[in-house]
């Protein structure tokens, strides 16, 4: 066991769990105010049910040798997972750091569904989604499976992570079809600061994610540190100038949408790329998101914070661009197109391919099911009147007299 | 002139606003507010505790219009703003003595 | 009695205050709306779209005067809030019954 | 119908509400404002500089009532929102010309 | 002295410092908004007075060798602290991370005077507190005395931390008083979004708290972190199904406190239980909070924001917990009742007896020497009021035009 | 390469880059809600153009060698930038850590021009002062120039951030122009919490400036960790005297303020002093600012959120009181007046006089020089109807049904 890649995974596992917070805030800002807690509450409730069954299940059936589509029950309930060494750090460690993926991961997708879906329905689906999508496709790129022997490279989770949210997302967002409103009425955010917030948090804790998975407190964990901050500061000065051009007003939910396009795109490819290669490539990011965006704008798809856009764009764009930025003298394990091995990038559209089957048939098999039993959406009037008070009895905001409320006889 | 005092739904006030602008009835001032009546009010939960909170979000609309057009106003919010659901809220009309517009002073009728 | 309800810009409540003030009115109560009029309203720019914010930020001042400065009341009102731009908001005049002070319970006139 | 039109301290909104409860007025319609009037605001320090900070933090509570039930109600009103201190707001009546539910659409009197 | 270590401990010390600034946001978040800021300053201002108390005097009365029940005045004005290695990190250091425990238990008390305390009384009151009861109580366990050498188990401060501030919250709210309005009108909290920002943050510093207690970035360490995460997650679910059974309605506020009450309960065990117990001990840790609060809403003690029930009870709950999951084949130092030593049992519960006694008999005193002084609490008319204005100020949200200002003639 | 070493600065660099975000919190605060998201975006921006600029030129003209006045173009575009140690830590670490370094000192200008400035006029002139004031600056302390030679004391950057930001905040100001509503009617903050988690947020990065500024995980980092921590404490302690004293009231903006203020005067001396002297030097540092923020209050210059009296007062008093604590026997560098090296005093007097000298120049010219291209200042009606909505098209918060927005036909 290594005590320094041990004192740098302890804090990485910690940035990676604060990034489940500040993505409720990241979201939490972008809806209306009568959702602001329910929109919370959908990243908070990951931290609970997702990590709890990751620890049951989920790691067992990622991490372990099994076969090349999933691990074994060889882990479950922890079992043999204690303070031994997996690499240079504890094994109980290891596990607690991909836990934070997961928690994230599930909770990136209700950026599709809020203001509209049921919080008991959204609950459920997480929860099997941890152990019926996520872990397998983690159990591919980085268990052993089939895509880490086809020789995938995806440094932090470009596709495990982003690509696989973002298909989620889509077909999430697809089955439980649009808010009432949407589009005829703007639903603009109701606390820009608070998506601000959660944007510096993430990126905060993107270091964790990115870095730390190195696994080491190393040189290529300082690589993985630059990309990452390199990345998203291109992608918010190309985001800007694209804001300029076509609205003449550069925004702050943009550039707080810039930063997480940045840092999504950047996650494969963090500890293969240059730190030139990162600032091009987080630059390039921009582009296909940016796009996507308007594109989806103009659909009646209520892909409601454009998880697609970000996560399942940025993702792939990342996924792809770390086959054409790769360098071997950096990382020891592959080249990419630009330096000399094309065979990379179709080995990375495999893998991104891959991933969008798998999540968006599970995922949608997934949803149909738990239709089946529990209605998926809040009812209209529960929708109209807002869902913190209809799902959760509370509101976010009360100013001292606005409300008048006294205890109930019990 | 008039005052149109609205108390409807806060996802009313779109189709409201739509509705009195066919009538091109353009000038409207709105308030959020919270209201009482008949609407019981929601259960909130604190810890351990239940308490009824009796105000629930409303937003106000007034509109100052000429007394030719009240009636076909309030014809229109009410169809706008109605849900059919307890709490779609009240139309109260209140005479207005004079009016003036800030930006040229003049008085209006 | 009168109610004189004036809509004005944000920035213009500290100057119709003093202005009401010079006439020893002290009296008054402040709402934040929002208002639509010959002002078109802003464009915002949320993800890829263009939206029309068409209720802008206005203040409501509502101050309860003698009926024998009404008028003089109404000037200091609409020179201290005029910009000459479109958007200065309006002055509305409400007749008021009876007016009472809570803390002596005391009719007023 | 009168509308009676109450500032009160931000504390009292339960205690009108209550107050008018009795009466078996349950509609209303409340606001947050600050207001001036007698009590001078409080001293406000920012960053090596004293501010009076002159609007204070009021509720308004406006509520439509038949004209029977009118006195009874401001007497209410003023029982429950006094503590005697500079600051306990006031009370105004407002003529009502019409008023339509909107649930209903009906015309009430 | 180790490196590895010293990186480890300067971070998790940056961590549990943070978790003031994210005390003063789940407490701030709770109150009404004109209370808001007095609320927040009852956090940050420890951080100043107890922060500067505690090099002065308190580390030498906690941890310098005195007697069994107090230190000396050693190390006084840190007078002999200095870069030498104290275990394997920089003696200055051990002194930080020692003090920002110090700093969070003397704020978290306010939790039960909120909304009527005089901001003076108050800075006087756990001024002399962090002395007079923390110091003592922190000598008694970690400093080499009585309860040390009974054996008593308690890694991060179950018993020193939690019971100790529990207690002295509920005699404060008690010789206090409740607040005017309290419980005839509910007086709900203004900003709820705040209340999960401030749950979010004290669980990532806690990861400081709890795996920093192992002083090294080792086996522990990650042992302690693991189990930090998963208890709250574990509280979460159990908590959120409590809700549900309740009323229907998982809450927004319930599930801040429950990741609150996972991490109180589990901070005495963290580095003593496994993973699989520490989920287990988590979800048991709900129920008794959960009551609690229960209980303590239908009496007439306004312990405004639930110290005594989130701390006091979850902070015995986890000290007595650890005398039954404790493993001594992970820690090496004690084993609990489910592995065949029953009288770890009996002597955490005698640690948590002392505790409540000392610092319930010592804050009383404190209170009332105080009270004879200065009056605890602000008048009547202040309170109506708010204390914002009147203790401060200053109001915590201003909206253009919604107030007209002038500056004063100076 | 020192792996724990690595460890630390890894995440001593997250700490420094989430100072940013945590600014934008803290000024953003401090304005008026029409200009909250365009106060913040100032922070926020620089994360993206000066973060970008400094890979790209930045960290080459600051720490290559060159002469005793610049560095050379040998590290430009990253030329030679890679997985090499450092020191004890990689390369590309190292200049990561010196770019979080440059992106916020820029973003702290900003607070002297909010509310008034064009955004585009803004980025511009941090992004050539990142490269025409910053870099060298850097260079003539950190980067081998004549002020190293000369034996300036800056441990975290009191001349180098602070005094340089804070002479470049008043030529702004000055250059600027006030704002048309001031002094004649008070600013008030918009939202005091959010500059209280700003500045929670800041102490938290900037144990990453401070000790971090070690560059490795020793016991300087140690020292440097607790005078960070015990500085601000004394500084807290003291102006909330000062505030009793002189109004009656400590506030919440004055504590937010006062833990600013004594971080910024602990920076220079971070690994150069003694704990017991940090808490002096944070009680003394109190004084020079806040009569530094009585002064400017009587005067017509809007420096709108005081960072001359916080970061230029503050700083200079850091950078000459570090001259009079220092310790050799500490840091085995220098001494200072007490310790019987009076020459360091004057020393460190030409170090702030020249950084003052030439920031002031270089950034008056620069503003002339936009000046001269695109008008600094937004129009006088962009201004009064605030900047959220003229130069971003956004507003910081909207309410459920509080505007009525359709989207527009395309
Ligand atoms: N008498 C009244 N005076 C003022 N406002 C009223 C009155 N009655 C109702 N309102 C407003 O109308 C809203 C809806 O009224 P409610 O009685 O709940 O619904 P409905 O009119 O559909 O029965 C209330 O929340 C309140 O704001
Ligand atoms: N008919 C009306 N009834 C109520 N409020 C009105 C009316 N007309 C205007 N207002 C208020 O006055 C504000 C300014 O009016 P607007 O027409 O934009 O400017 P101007 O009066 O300068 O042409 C509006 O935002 C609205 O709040
Ligand atoms: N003439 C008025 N017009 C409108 N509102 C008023 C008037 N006078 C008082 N108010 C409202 O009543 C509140 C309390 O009034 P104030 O004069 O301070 O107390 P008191 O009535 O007890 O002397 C004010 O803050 C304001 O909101």
């Known amino acids: 066991m290594n005590q320094a890649d041990t004192a740098w995974m302890l804090i990485a596992t910690a940035l990676v769990l604060l990034m489940t917070p500040a993505l409720a805030f990241f979201y939490g800002g972008l809806v209306r105010s009568k959702n602001a807690l329910n929109t919370m509450m959908m990243s908070y409730i990951s931290l609970g049910f997702v990590g709890v069954l990751w620890a049951l299940l989920g790691y067992s059936l990622a991490f372990t040798e099994g076969n090349n589509w999933i691990g074994s029950l060889a882990n479950a309930w ?22 934070t993926f997961c928690i994230i991961t599930a909770a990136l997708i209700s950026g599709a569904i809020v203001e509209r879906m049921r919080f008991s329905a959204y609950v459920t689906f997480i929860s099997l989604w941890s152990l019926a999508v996520y872990a397998p496709i983690a159990h591919w790129v980085w268990g052993g499976g089939w895509l880490a022997d086809m020789g995938a490279l995806d440094f932090a989770g470009g596709t495990v992570v982003h690509v696989n949210a973002g298909v989620a997302a889509l077909v999430a967002a697809f089955v439980l079809g649009k808010r009432q409103e949407y589009p005829s009425s703007s639903l603009l955010p109701h606390n820009v600061p608070f998506v601000l917030l959660g944007a510096g948090l993430l990126w905060f804790g993107w270091f964790g994610f990115n870095a ?33 051009f076509r609205s003449g007003k550069p925004t702050a939910v943009g550039a707080a949408t810039a930063i997480v396009v940045g840092l999504v795109a950047i996650t494969p490819a963090a500890g293969f790329v240059s730190p030139m290669s990162a600032i091009i490539l987080g630059g390039l990011a921009a582009f296909p998101s940016y796009i996507a ?29 770390t086959g054409v930025f790769a360098e071997k003298s950096l990382n020891g394990i592959a080249d990419g197109l630009l330096f000399g091995n094309p065979g990379q990038l179709a080995t990375q559209a495999i893998a991104v391919a891959a991933a969008i089957v798998y999540s968006g048939v599970v995922s949608f098999i997934l949803l149909k099911l738990i239709g089946a039993v529990i209605p ?13 008070i209809t799902q959760h009895g509370e509101e976010a905001y009360l100013h001292v007299g606005s409300t008048s409320s006294r205890a109930e006889v019990m | 002139m008039k005052s149109i005092k609205s108390i409807v739904r806060p996802n009313k006030v779109d189709d409201v606003k739509d509705a009195l602008a066919k009538l091109n009835i353009s000038g409207m001032t709105v308030t959020e507010v919270r209201g009482h009546g008949k609407q019981k009010g929601h259960t909130a939960i604190y810890r351990g505790k239940e308490y009824n909170v009796s105000l629930l979000p409303k937003m106000e609309i007034e509109s100052v219009v000429p007394d030719t057009i009240v009636d076909e106003a309030i014809k229109a919010i009410v169809q706008a703003a109605r849900t059919g659901e307890i709490g779609d809220g009240r139309v109260f009309v209140f005479p207005v ?7 040229t002073g003049e008085k209006e009728s």
């Open chain 2, 97 to 103: 003595l004079e009016s003036y517009r800030i930006r």
């Open chain 1, 376 to 388: 998926l959406r809040a009812s209209e009037s529960d929708e109209g009147a807002g869902l913190d």
């Open chain 1, 293 to 321: 965006m308007q594109i989806r704008a103009k659909t009646s798809l209520d892909d409601s914070l454009d998880v697609v856009a970000a996560h399942g764009v940025g993702g792939a764009t990342g996924a792809l661009l």
């Open chain 1, 212 to 244: 730390g998975s190195a696994l080491a407190a190393n040189g290529i964990a300082g690589l993985a540190f630059v990309t990452t901050m390199l990345a998203p500061a291109a992608t918010l000065v190309v985001w800007s100038f694209l804001d300029l």
């Open chain 1, 78 to 99: 922890l079992n043999g997972v204690g303070l031994e060494p997996k690499g240079t750090i504890p094994h109980v460690l290891f596990m607690a750091f991909q836990a």
